[in-house]
């Protein structure tokens, strides 16, 4: 394996409802830094996009994070070919 | 554990029948039912529409049934929850639970619907006359949720 190969340091992004609306899309796969390895780091990697990634995912705003279908929080770990979802609080029932 | 998200409505006696059928330890069943209203945050809803992340959405609802059988004596519980285009008066969810008796069937089922609010990945958009506009979590429910801790 070679360590500097990018394909081993993507994973898939994912965003739900308001999240999709405001980011335009509803996937996409993000390469990894190899200095971001948890939930907190990539929301500040996704933040350093500006707008409307730095409003959408700023303080105060509240959004909830997934890693491979479970529920997740800045201290999640994250590894090459996870399934990583941001979303709003959830408003179902 | 039966578990649906489907587009299609329900019928809540089907559902029921086919829940019990055949248990003669039965003695209790309760059932809860929420509907769209054509009134929220005071603005008139003409139609909603729910979003939801297919495959977790279907593993959380197991998780939160699991979790009801581990903290009551049932014998069973349905989670069905529509997604798609609603109107007001429309059926969005339904949980049953069949017990022995009525205390554990009441207090699980309040349970799973408790829960299913805070923690099952479904999102509402409501269209108004102001227009379409998502609608925020409540803090009255997180409370709700937090009860059962």
């Known amino acids: ?93 | 554990m039966p578990i649906r998200v489907q587009v299609d409505d329900f019928d809540v006696g089907a559902e029921i029948a086919a829940l019990r059928k055949g248990d003669p330890r039965i003695g209790g069943i309760a059932s809860f039912v929420g509907v769209v209203r054509d009134l929220n945050e005071g603005a008139t809803v003409s139609e909603m529409t729910l979003e939801h992340y297919p495959g977790m959405t279907e593993s959380a609802l197991e998780k939160i049934v699991a979790e009801a059988k581990s903290r009551w004596d049932i014998y069973d519980a349905l989670v069905v929850h529509r997604i798609g285009r609603l109107m007001p008066t429309d059926q969005i969810v339904l949980v049953v639970v069949t017990s022995a008796h009525r205390g554990e069937a009441f207090q699980a089922c309040e349970f799973l619907m408790d829960y299913l609010k805070t923690r099952a990945p479904f999102w509402k958009k409501e269209q108004t006359q102001q227009g379409a506009r998502w609608v925020d979590a409540r803090a009255v429910d997180d409370a709700a949720a937090e009860r059962w801790n």
Do not use: H
């Open chain 1, 1 to 93: 394996m070679k360590p500097n190969d990018s394909r081993l340091r993507t994973i898939q992004v994912l965003y739900f409802a308001r999240l999709r609306e405001a980011f335009g899309r509803d996937r996409e796969d993000v390469t990894l830094p190899d200095a971001i390895s948890d939930v907190g780091g990539l929301a500040e990697l996704l933040r350093g996009r500006g707008e409307p990634w730095s409003r959408e995912l700023g303080m105060g705003k509240a959004f909830r994070v997934a890693v491979n279908q479970d529920m997740a929080d800045d201290a999640t770990a994250i590894n090459p070919g996870d399934e990583v979802a941001f979303f709003p609080p959830v408003t179902g029932g």
